[in-house]
């Protein structure tokens, strides 16, 4: 079948001497158009591409203007959907020709932190040159698929430019899915809700991080990555499962040298897979050398006296005090929250008493502070001087606050902060930000960033069972798990459920919000600190299920823990074989359960000896958990 211009395209492509005014094309990619395109395996009108190990399928279709469809295990789970840009006057994925693609398969191996040390990025590339009649312009989409996700972009020819009014793509879900969503677009920080696809409202907004049961074939997370210049986006759903990119936040944007952010759709048989993905690292640029190697750039756990008794928790006095009970406790960092500038009456002076901090901190933790974007660091001149003032003084990290926005621009601020942190080798993460978008390996010295319904908002068991499974499964989430001795914070969630937090939620900057003097003396002290926060290795046990219960084992070098929280279900014997453990070994199983008294959400130490092969059973309750780690018994 070939693909033939209509009388029409080609009176209106002779009539056009040169682009539109929004955009400058004399400097195009140099490819040839192919007019047929060869169709591959009898695709009418189109292209089908398929992933390394064939689960994966999509298909670029160009007759009647650029859609495409995605199939999993043989079943359509993104039925054919409109794709493309609008400028004024013209949509860029309408009237074209398409060319050949180059095809290459990529296979690299690289380091990560988080639920894993290191990832394979195995996939394999389709650049299709398009030409666009009416304005004469050519760039390139490009299709990626992964054994576990697919994704696509537009590549624009360097030296173009163009004001976008919109992105016309859609993602027409399968309408037999049901939808795990939230509304808050701005933080993530909103509880997560489900239903059908067939029960979603029209005109609803949700953020652009949403997972989909599919129907007998798995799971789909939808979402985005690599924003370089380009606004951030919700999904509005229009109706029946019709899901449209939506520029919540901003109107009209001018690009050059575009290349739009990658539509990504994360495809899992299973949990576990789901959860170890990192299709959106995987299409996020690779870092520099430097940072790649940087040995500055250290992970751990952090201590922050925000939630206790707000009306001192920031004084220097009162960071002086928490400061000198976090020795033997496994500390690695001390968090100065905001209200240190309230210390003096200028700045410069504020600092000085944050080096006095330093001066007197325990010798194995380090020292990071807070700063809120409003109050300078977006502007060049002043971020550079606070963050040469604070590597002077011996600061590590920054945590920045308050963005809240995915416009062009605070997409573009999130990436000079990190680089200009960089530059002074400092640490970062982001509180009140956007979704993750793989910047944490383009910029390793970023460790983690909120964008999560964590303890801020207090303890909710169901939200608990669900994230794992959805923002979690992108990125590591500063979610604040663990502060037992707070009841504003914990709810009805027991000690056990919170411990089991710090196994099943990962970050590689872990907040701890706990007063230090609470854990001294605690049946879980030496548990709490030698528990790791970066992993060698994740498995989610089969068991876990959204919403109602997550269980994960995870090795840290030859240590194996468990972490197991249930939601607001009843009472229940939770059952497993630890089959991740060693051939012939014996292991000391150390565990904290939900204590046995009714009405008590303490946890209970209890130890026993274990081999792969045992049966070890739990019992558990309502928005409770147990959490564990096994020994070697020759360690």
């Given at each position: 079948m070939y693909f033939k211009p209509t009388k029409e395209m080609i009176e209106k492509a002779a009539l056009i001497k040169s682009v539109t005014a929004n955009i400058n094309a004399k400097k195009t990619h140099k490819f040839k158009i192919d007019v047929p395109l060869d169709f591959n395996k009898g695709i009418a009108d189109g292209y089908e591409m398929s992933s390394p190990d064939g689960q994966i399928k999509a298909r670029l279709y160009f007759k009647n203007g650029l859609r495409y469809e995605v199939i999993f295990g043989g079943r359509t789970v993104i039925e054919p959907s409109e794709m493309g840009i609008e400028i004024k006057n013209h949509k860029l994925g309408q009237n074209v020709f398409v060319g050949q693609p180059e095809i290459h398969e990529h296979d690299a191996e690289y380091t990560v932190r988080g639920k894993h040390n290191k990832t394979r990025d195995l996939h394999r590339?389709?650049?299709?040159?398009?030409?666009?009649?009416?304005?004469?312009?050519?760039?390139?989409?490009?299709?990626?698929?992964?054994?576990?996700?697919?994704?696509?972009?537009?590549?624009?020819?360097?030296?173009?430019?163009?004001?976008?009014?919109?992105?016309?793509?859609?993602?027409?879900?399968?309408?037999?899915?049901?939808?795990?969503?939230?509304?808050?677009?701005k933080k993530l920080q909103s509880k997560t809700l489900r239903a059908e696809i067939k029960d979603l409202p029209e005109d609803l907004r949700i953020a652009y991080l949403t997972t989909f049961e599919l129907s007998g074939v798995g799971y789909m997370i939808l979402t985005e990555s690599n924003l370089i210049n380009y606004p951030g986006a919700a999904l509005m759903h229009e109706s029946s499962g019709k899901f449209k990119i939506d520029f919540w936040d901003s109107g009209k944007f001018f690009v050059k040298d575009c290349a739009t952010p990658w539509r990504i759709a994360i495809l899992a048989h299973d949990l576990n897979t789901l959860v170890n993905n990192e299709v959106v690292k995987h299409a996020a640029d690779p870092p520099s050398p430097e940072l790649e190697n940087a040995d500055w750039i250290k992970p751990g756990k952090a201590a922050w006296s925000y939630f206790h008794d707000k009306a001192t928790s920031r004084s220097y006095e009162t960071i002086l005090e928490f400061n000198k009970q976090l020795d033997d406790l496994g500390y690695d960092f001390s968090l100065i929250d905001s209200g240190w500038r309230k210390w003096s009456l200028t700045e410069s002076t504020a600092i000085r008493k944050v080096k006095n901090v330093i001066k007197q901190k325990p010798e194995s933790v380090d020292i990071w502070v807070w700063k809120s974007i409003e109050m300078g660091p977006f502007i060049p001149l002043y971020r550079q001087w606070l963050l040469k003032k604070l590597q002077s003084i011996g600061v590590v990290g920054v945590?920045?606050?308050?963005?809240?926005?995915?416009?062009?621009?605070?997409?573009?601020?999130?990436?000079?902060?990190?680089?200009?942190?960089?530059?002074?080798?400092?640490?970062?993460?982001?509180?009140?930000?956007?979704?993750?978008?793989?910047?944490?390996?383009?910029?390793?010295?970023?460790?983690?960033?909120?964008?999560?319904?964590?303890?801020?908002?207090?303890?909710?068991?169901?939200d608990n069972t669900?994230?794992?499974?959805?923002?979690?499964?992108?990125?590591?989430?500063?979610?604040?798990?663990?502060?037992?001795?707070?009841?504003?914070?914990?709810?009805?969630?027991?000690?056990s459920h919170a411990?089991?937090?710090?196994?099943?939620?990962?970050?590689?900057?872990?907040?701890?919000?706990?007063?230090?003097?609470?854990?001294?003396?605690?049946?879980y002290q030496d548990f709490f600190k030698t528990i790791p926060v970066c992993w060698d290795e994740t498995i989610v046990l089969p068991q876990s299920e959204l919403g109602r219960l997550a269980a994960f084992a995870r090795r840290h070098e030859d240590l194996w823990y468990i972490g197991v929280q249930a939601g607001n279900i009843e009472d229940f014997e939770f059952s497993f074989t630890p089959h991740f453990l060693d051939d012939g070994k014996e292991y000391k199983l150390e565990m904290f359960t939900d204590s046995e008294e009714k009405d008590s959400k303490d946890t209970v130490r209890c130890e026993r000896i274990v081999t792969k092969d045992d049966t070890i059973k739990v019992n558990i309750k309502t928005a409770g958990g147990f959490a564990g780690r096994f020994i070697p018994i020759n360690q």
């Open positions: 590339a389709y650049r299709f040159p398009v030409h666009h009649f009416p304005t004469g312009l050519k760039y390139i989409v490009e299709f990626r698929l992964w054994n576990d996700g697919a994704g696509f972009r537009f590549e624009f020819p360097k030296g173009s430019r163009m004001l976008i009014f919109w992105e016309n793509t859609e993602i027409n879900v399968v309408r037999d899915s049901v939808c795990l969503y939230q509304t808050d677009v945590k920045l606050d308050h963005i809240e926005t995915e416009t062009q621009w605070t997409i573009n601020v999130y990436r000079r902060f990190l680089e200009d942190a960089a530059k002074h080798k400092l640490m970062v993460i982001y509180h009140n930000p956007n979704k993750p978008t793989g910047l944490t390996r383009t910029y390793p010295n970023m460790l983690s960033r909120e964008a999560v319904r964590g303890l801020q908002c207090a303890a909710d068991a169901d669900i994230i794992p499974f959805t923002r979690f499964a992108i990125d590591g989430a500063d979610y604040t798990p663990f502060c037992p001795s707070l009841p504003d914070r914990c709810t009805n969630t027991t000690v411990l089991a937090n710090l196994i099943v939620f990962t970050s590689p900057f872990m907040t701890i919000a706990e007063h230090p003097k609470n854990l001294k003396g605690t049946v």
